[in-house]
C-alpha cells in the first residue's frame, strides 16, 4: 500500500503514539492519494492534526463561476486572504464552479486535508440565480460523499447586504476621484505644452499655431 509513497521518500508517521486511530472523511480519500505520494504527506499530517485537536475546525469554502482569465480567478484567492484575515478561526479555501481549478471538489477535498471537520461552501455569487441555488448545491453534495463524516452546508449568495451599498460607494467615489485627477493632469499637460511653444516661439503667433496643430494631429 505504501511502496509508492516510499520510493518518494515519504515516511509513514508511528499512529500508535497519536489519541486517536482514525480521522473521519479521511480513509476514502487513501486511495486516490497512494496515486498521488506527493500529497500523502499532506494527508497523513491532516490525519494528525484532526487527532490531536480538541476542537472540530470549521473551514469556508468560497465558490464563484470561474473565468477562462486567470486575472479573474485570482481575485477570487485575494477576497479568501481578506476572509482569512477576519476570521482566522477558519481555514478559508476557494474554488471555481467551471472554466477552471481548484474545482469545487479540489477545493472540498483541500478543507479537509487542512483538518476541517465542518465545512461551510459560500456561492461567491450576487443574486440567487441557478448557479447559486442548484448548480454549486449540487456539485457540493458530490463532493461531499466522498467524504463521509463531514459535516457541510451552502450559504446563499451575497445578495442584499449593507456592506455591499459601502462597496458601491467606494468604487463610485473612487471612480470620481480618478476622473478628477486625470481633468487635473490633462489641464497641467496643457499649460505644460503652452509654456513649451511660448519659450519656443515667443511673441511668433503663425509659429506657434502650426506647432499646436502639429502636435494635435
Given at each position: 500500500?505504501?511502496?509508492?509513497?516510499?520510493?518518494?521518500?515519504?515516511?509513514?508517521?508511528?499512529?500508535?503514539?497519536?489519541?486517536?486511530?482514525?480521522?473521519p472523511g479521511l480513509p476514502?480519500?487513501?486511495?486516490?492519494?497512494?496515486?498521488?505520494?506527493?500529497?500523502?504527506?499532506?494527508?497523513?499530517?491532516?490525519?494528525?492534526?484532526?487527532?490531536?485537536?480538541?476542537?472540530?475546525?470549521?473551514?469556508?469554502?468560497?465558490?464563484?463561476?470561474?473565468?477562462?482569465?486567470?486575472?479573474?480567478?485570482?481575485?477570487?484567492?485575494e477576497i479568501a486572504k481578506?476572509?482569512?484575515?477576519?476570521?482566522?478561526?477558519?481555514?478559508?479555501?476557494?474554488?471555481?464552479?467551471?472554466?477552471?481549478?481548484?474545482?469545487?471538489?479540489?477545493?472540498?477535498?483541500?478543507?479537509?486535508?487542512?483538518?476541517?471537520?465542518?465545512?461551510?461552501?459560500?456561492?461567491?455569487?450576487?443574486?440567487?440565480?441557478?448557479?447559486?441555488?442548484?448548480?454549486?448545491?449540487?456539485?457540493?453534495?458530490?463532493?461531499?460523499?466522498?467524504?463521509?463524516?463531514?459535516?457541510?452546508?451552502?450559504?446563499?449568495?451575497?445578495?442584499?447586504?449593507?456592506?455591499?451599498?459601502?462597496?458601491?460607494?467606494?468604487?463610485?467615489?473612487?471612480s470620481e476621484s480618478n476622473?478628477?485627477?486625470?481633468?487635473?493632469?490633462?489641464?497641467?499637460?496643457?499649460?505644460?505644452?503652452?509654456?513649451?511653444?511660448?519659450?519656443?516661439?515667443?511673441?511668433?503667433?503663425?509659429?506657434?499655431?502650426?506647432?499646436?496643430?502639429?502636435?494635435?494631429?
Amino acid at each position: 500500500m505504501y511502496s509508492a509513497v516510499r520510493k518518494q521518500g515519504y515516511q509513514q508517521p508511528n499512529t500508535a503514539e497519536w489519541p486517536c486511530r482514525s480521522t473521519p472523511g479521511l480513509p476514502s480519500i487513501w486511495k486516490g492519494l497512494i496515486q498521488r505520494p506527493e500529497r500523502f504527506q499532506m494527508a497523513l499530517q491532516a490525519s494528525y492534526n484532526h487527532c490531536m485537536r480538541t476542537e472540530p475546525r470549521k473551514a469556508i469554502l468560497l465558490v464563484d463561476h470561474g473565468s477562462r482569465l486567470a486575472e479573474a480567478n485570482n481575485l477570487l484567492a485575494e477576497i479568501a486572504k481578506l476572509v482569512e484575515q477576519s476570521g482566522p478561526e477558519y481555514i478559508v479555501q476557494q474554488a471555481h464552479m467551471e472554466l477552471a481549478e481548484p474545482t469545487i471538489a479540489q477545493g472540498f477535498d483541500a478543507c479537509v486535508l487542512a483538518g476541517a471537520l465542518e465545512v461551510t461552501v459560500h456561492p461567491y455569487m450576487l443574486g440567487p440565480g441557478r448557479h447559486a441555488t442548484q448548480d454549486i448545491p449540487r456539485l457540493v453534495a458530490a463532493a461531499a460523499l466522498r467524504h463521509p463524516g463531514i459535516v457541510y452546508r451552502v450559504t446563499g449568495p451575497l445578495g442584499v447586504h449593507e456592506g455591499l451599498a459601502s462597496a458601491v460607494l467606494d468604487r463610485v467615489r473612487e471612480s470620481e476621484s480618478n476622473a478628477e485627477q486625470s481633468a487635473q493632469e490633462e489641464l497641467e499637460d496643457k499649460a505644460r505644452l503652452a509654456g513649451q511653444r511660448q519659450r519656443k516661439y515667443g511673441a511668433n503667433p503663425e509659429g506657434a499655431r502650426v506647432a499646436n496643430t502639429t502636435e494635435t494631429d
